[in-house]
DNA sequence: TATTATACTGTATATATATTCAGTATAATA
DNA sequence: TATTATACTGAATATATATACAGTATAATA
């Protein structure tokens, strides 16, 4: 992305909103960026955020207080090297809940994003044995990357009716899913893919056990 | 910092905010609460958001807007030492090496130090299947703690006579120790003190499983 | 030269937002 | 049993805030 050259002016206001973000933990008003700058109008600040947002510094979320999101070019740069992302683990609740939801993310852990060589998208939390065998057990975490792109014989995350599971996936026909768990105490899940709504999840990257 | 018990609801609205400021970059309004909740009433919004920081979870800027800081009990933690550590991975070569000679070292990977909870000096590649019933497959990286602080019943990394191995680790008596495999296939390994060498290189802490 | 970008003051206002008050209901605790 | 914590609905309101409008002034373009 190229950016328009910055003013001195500019990239002060534009200091001035990231140091206020560092020390309060959210943006400024344009109220509270004239108290830094020394304005006397709300309006000095406001067109000096639409110079920046035009230059692609921050962008604005209309109508609402304090949304100025501060586009850090260096994040993404940032990012590809960076030491860790930080990545949710999200409880793998028995029935009813989706899966995704904010509401089951147990916390938030740092991990370099190439940890696994692939790249994923969260941790799960195994509930279960149906794994054991491919040495897969209760509380481990597993590394899942949001995808549908699998292969026969590829272990996915799957949800059937709100029930999530991981298992061995193969499609042995266009209208039939089989999965299979990878213990002899559990059946195969045949799922007709005509009658039944199934799901996909993503796909098991890596795993995790903390012991 | 002892933060008091959290109640599941309270949870819920916490990862809520969590995630909103992860996805718009500034912390939500009571309203936007409600909307991702599914209040109807902003006060649902206001008592858990005046609960969270009665037991320490945020704090609320009194009359600003969005004026929420989520005190992440993990992240002064996590920004000071989240960058990541190089840890070596060590392969597990059948006999005649010295376990932690660079040469065996295949290559170093970056980790937060506090991943598995304890902390851990390198990892070891895990050959054969001898630890399959305790989720423990070939080509697995372990976590290894050099400590000779063990428990019956701890897995631990052993040398005897310049072999690897990984196994459970009980002590009967004081010159007896026996390593006993996770796996039916394989049999105890009982090492008399008094007339065998035997070394603990360390302590299982965790496991990784690239896939 | 006219135009545009920058850099402000000052006023006004619709609305976004925090926050209080009045209730209801349930479960846990003393 | 009374009390407290939790978990909400619903309404009301003061104010915090974005944002538009009307100006002034300077420097840099076209």
């Given amino acids: 992305m190229i950016m328009k050259d910055i003013t001195p002016q500019q990239n002060k206001v534009l200091n001035c909103i990231k140091v ?11 109220s509270d960026i004239c108290k830094e700058m020394g304005f006397r109008s709300p309006n000095s600040a406001e067109t000096h955020l639409r110079a920046l947002e035009k230059k692609g510094f921050i962008s604005i979320a209309s109508g609402a207080s304090r949304g100025i ?9 940032y990012e590809e090297t960076a030491e860790t992302d930080s990545y949710p683990i999200i409880g793998l609740v028995a ?9 089951n993310i147990e916390k938030q852990v740092p991990c370099p994003p190439n940890f696994f060589g692939s790249s994923f998208d969260y941790f799960l939390r195994v509930k279960g044995l149906s794994m054991k065998d ?3 057990m209760e509380d481990d975490l597993i590394a899942v990357q949001k995808t549908h792109d699998v292969k026969n ?22 209208d039939k899913i089989v999965l299979e768990p990878a213990n002899d ?25 903390e012991n």
Same sequence: chains 1, 2.
Avoid: H, N, Q, W
Avoid at 162 to 174: G, I, N
Avoid at 185 to 209: P, T
């Fill in 185 to 209: 105490d559990f059946s195969d899940i045949e799922v007709d893919l005509r009658s039944e709504e199934f799901f996909l999840e993503g796909k098991y990257i890596g795993l995790i056990r």
């Fill in 69 to 77: 999101l501060v586009i850090d070019e260096e994040k993404g740069f």
């Fill in 134 to 136: 491919a040495g897969i």
């Fill in 20 to 30: 206020y973000i560092k020390e309060t933990g959210f943006p400024p008003t344009r």
């Fill in 95 to 103: 029935a009813g809940s989706p899966t995704l939801a904010s509401e």
């Fill in 153 to 174: 014989g590829d272990i996915v995350v799957a949800r059937i009716d709100d029930e999530v599971t991981v298992k061995y996936f193969s499609k042995p026909s266009s």
